[in-house]
């Protein structure tokens, strides 16, 4: 069976990954399958840049396998742009209450239409043979004036969906994984992974065969 390596140790990430990409005749594996896995630093300047960087970094790792990797975070125009590619330290503070709580604070004098945000998730996929495939998600939405909701993680008690009505730390996963960011990335790479698979099955069958 093919493998597929999935570039991140987030738990949360993990658990929307393994759900969106269920049922594919593959074995996933993250970085916490593999020992002693060495940290591929994030010094890109934007979500592509960090994405493309674990991508390459951890090729390496999975020879004649899939490798995948993601960065995403969320973005808030009137506050030029951060947390952005900063989310997951936002602030050097050490969890999700503590960067939410700051986020708040940044925010306090805000309203309206400056509380626009949007979430962004970048996948970079690095292929067998040294191919390289990137897949986009974005949504819109506001930064809440309070927490509401402990599903999901990071901002997601913050973060106002106008559609769904709520917040995405009330959203179910199923809600979340239809709307969301990285909802829209990953199943834009299953397509293509669905298409690349079915392609191969004729070719590695014939070769069983011989």
Same mark, same amino acid.
């Given at each position: 069976?093919?493998?597929?390596?999935?570039?991140?140790?987030? #738990?949360?990430?993990?658990?929307?990954?393994?759900?969106?990409?269920?049922?594919? #005749?593959?074995?996933?594996?993250?970085?916490?399958?593999?020992?002693?896995?060495?940290?591929?630093?994030?010094?890109?300047?934007?979500?592509?840049?960090?994405?493309?960087?674990?991508?390459?970094?951890? $090729?390496?790792?999975?020879?004649?396998?899939?490798?995948?990797?993601?960065?995403?975070?969320?973005?808030? #125009? $009137?506050?030029?742009?951060?947390?952005?590619?900063? %989310?997951?330290?936002?602030?050097?503070?050490?969890?999700?209450?503590?960067?939410?709580?700051?986020?708040?604070?940044?925010?306090?004098? &805000?309203?309206?239409?400056?509380?626009? $945000?949007?979430?962004?998730?970048?996948?970079?996929?690095?292929?067998?043979?040294?191919?390289?495939? &990137?897949?986009?998600?974005?949504?819109?939405?506001?930064?809440?004036?309070? #927490?509401?909701?402990?599903?999901?993680?990071?901002?997601?008690?913050?973060?106002?969906?106008?559609?769904?009505?709520?917040?995405?730390?009330? $959203? %179910?996963?199923?809600?979340?994984?239809?709307? %969301?960011?990285?909802?829209?990335?990953?199943?834009?790479?299953?397509?293509?992974?669905? %298409?690349?698979?079915?392609?191969?099955?004729?070719?590695?069958?014939?070769?069983?065969?011989?």
């Amino acid at each position: 069976m093919t493998d597929l390596l999935f570039a991140t140790t987030n #738990p949360g990430k993990q658990r929307e990954i393994r759900g969106l990409l269920s049922g594919l #005749p593959l074995r996933l594996l993250f970085l916490n399958d593999l020992p002693a896995v060495p940290e591929v630093e994030e010094t890109g300047a934007t979500f592509e840049e960090n994405a493309r960087l674990k991508a390459r970094g951890y $090729a390496a790792l999975l020879p004649g396998g899939y490798v995948a990797a993601e960065d995403s975070g969320i973005v808030v #125009p $009137a506050l030029g742009g951060e947390p952005g590619v900063y %989310s997951a330290r936002f602030g050097g503070r050490p969890d999700d209450l503590s960067r939410n709580e700051l986020l708040l604070e940044r925010m306090a004098s &805000l309203d309206g239409e400056a509380r626009a $945000a949007y979430y962004e998730a970048i996948v970079v996929l690095m292929e067998p043979g040294g191919a390289e495939r &990137l897949f986009r998600g974005r949504v819109h939405g506001f930064i809440a004036k309070v #927490p509401e909701g402990e599903r999901g993680f990071g901002y997601d008690p913050l973060f106002y969906h106008p559609s769904l009505g709520k917040t995405f730390g009330r $959203a %179910s996963q199923e809600e979340k994984d239809r709307l %969301s960011h990285r909802g829209e990335a990953i199943r834009a790479l299953r397509s293509y992974l669905e %298409s690349v698979l079915k392609e191969r099955a004729p070719d590695e069958a014939r070769e069983e065969n011989g």
